[in-house]
């Protein structure tokens, strides 16, 4: 079989996973979730073992720090997927949940509703936790799904993937395939199935500006994913000192190799003269508190002539991924939104103030995925968000942006029903002779309510 037809063969295997999931029940889908989830709680040494391996060859060959850092599984990550997945499992139906209805007369009604995409293709680089995580919002949405993970990752990758269609066979009593979620492990694979427009209908690739570039350029099916995640915390006039370290510090040192760790510090000018108790001004104190707590600061040019830092940046758009952090004086609130909207990724920053109207306005002003106030970025997570998981942050402008949970995973359809289903019809040509009349009434709240109650 050519690379072509077997890539070709796990698109469509995938799409018949799709439809099995379809077919399910919604108990039933629920009990694939829970049982993936005790299946990932049950093998955790299992896993753990495997992705010892991939961190032992990771080291010998040197892997950057902020990869080796996603790479690395441990008992306390398996435990948040665990919650998060039967956190999934506990929601409403996504599928088929009613987005409006109509009575196009009062014996036609029209449902728009909540759908399955068909079939998702996701590449992602170092983070083995992207699987369960993934593979539970497909699961959940009624997906079918592809995965290429990364090399260094393929111990853990395996065993995971084999952890969860196993569980997913087992739980279904074989009505869902263990095809409904294929795993990919050549690179060269990925680039045939960026070929399938019609067998798979959106790629999301979770990983560097470099790889989401190349398959955006590489494919005519719809991508959604999210370019550098260079995050701001900027610091208005008025802002709490400590409330600014604080925040600003764990935005940065929480996890620095996570896309929603924060990247620039921008401070009001007012700052860089107003004097803190414990001597100097309040700019001085904040990259000294935040030096001391592990931040190693680069300066923008305004900030290097202020003295708040020693080395310059090299650019005012970087995603360090480490203790790095570039800091940067701007002369006003507005100065800061065109700072950020101009040098940023769009993808999180955030306002301290205790301003209520500067936070307003900031966060309408920004055109960002998510914009904060007096909240760390690190916040910009699907399981900090309550969704359960992400399958990735989109930076789009498309129908999801920001954390993606099963929300993003859904499109829609629209279902036309005589409420006489036995004996009702209808045709345009009723319309149109004037034997029926539209009357397009909303009935939106009576039919949700309906399908809460049955």
Not at 17 to 30: C, I, T
Not at 44 to 50: G, M, R, S, V, Y
Not at 56 to 80: F, M, S, Y
Not at 183 to 201: A, C, P
Request: aromatic content about 4%; hydrophobic content about 45%.
């Amino acid at each position: 079989m050519s690379d072509h037809a077997a890539m070709l063969k796990y698109a469509d295997d995938a799409r018949e996973g799709s439809r099995q999931l379809n077919a399910l029940s919604y108990p039933e889908r629920q009990a694939v979730l829970r049982a993936v989830a005790a299946a990932l709680q049950e093998h955790q040494d299992e896993i753990l073992e495997a992705n010892a391996k991939d961190t032992a060859v990771a080291k010998e060959t040197h892997l950057a720090a902020p990869l080796l850092k996603r790479l690395e599984l441990t008992a306390g990550k398996i435990a948040t997927l665990v919650d998060g997945i039967r956190s999934i499992a506990d929601t409403e139906n996504p599928i088929g949940r009613v987005l409006s209805a109509k009575e196009l007369d009062d014996n036609l009604l029209l449902v728009k509703q909540t759908a399955s995409i068909g079939v998702l293709l996701i590449v992602f680089e170092s983070r083995p936790d992207s699987m369960p995580q993934i593979a539970a919002l497909a699961l959940s949405s009624g997906n079918g799904l592809l995965l290429k993970g990364g090399r260094e990752a393929e111990h853990s990758n395996a065993v995971i993937h084999r952890v969860i269609v196993d569980a997913v066979t087992a739980a279904s009593a074989g009505k869902v395939e263990r095809s409904v979620i294929g795993l990919i492990t050549n690179r060269s694979d990925v680039y045939e199935l960026l070929k399938l427009e019609g067998h798979i209908d959106l790629v999301i690739p979770r990983g560097g500006n470099a790889m989401v570039q190349n398959i955006q350029r590489s494919t005519n099916i719809a991508v959604l994913g999210h370019a550098d995640g260079i995050c701001h915390v900027y610091a208005h006039e008025d802002a709490d000192v400590a409330q600014l370290i604080a925040i600003a510090t764990d935005a940065k040192l929480n996890y620095p190799a996570a896309c929603n760790a924060a990247e620039t510090l921008l401070l009001h000018r007012a700052l860089l003269t107003a004097p803190h108790a414990g001597g100097g001004t309040v700019a001085q104190h904040v990259v000294q508190a935040m030096t001391q707590a592990g931040v190693k600061f680069l300066a923008g040019p305004a900030a290097l002539a202020a003295g708040l830092a020693s080395t310059a940046a090299d650019s005012l758009h970087v995603e360090y991924g480490d203790e790095h952090m570039t800091v940067e004086v701007v002369g006003s609130l507005e100065a800061a939104i065109q700072h950020i909207n101009q040098h940023g990724s769009h993808h999180t920053d955030c306002i301290v103030t205790r301003a209520p109207g500067a936070a307003a306005a900031f966060q309408a002003a920004v055109d960002s995925a998510c914009v904060f106030h007096n909240s760390s970025t690190r916040f910009a997570d699907g399981y900090r968000f309550g969704l359960g998981a992400e399958v990735g942050i989109s930076t789009a402008r498309v129908h999801a942006r920001g954390p993606v949970g099963v929300e993003g995973l859904l499109t829609q359809k629209w279902v036309l029903y005589p409420r006489d289903a036995v004996d009702g019809f209808a045709t345009v040509g009723q319309f149109q002779g004037g034997d029926r009349q539209f009357s397009h009434v909303d009935i939106t709240a009576k039919v949700q309510a309906a399908r809460r109650g049955h």
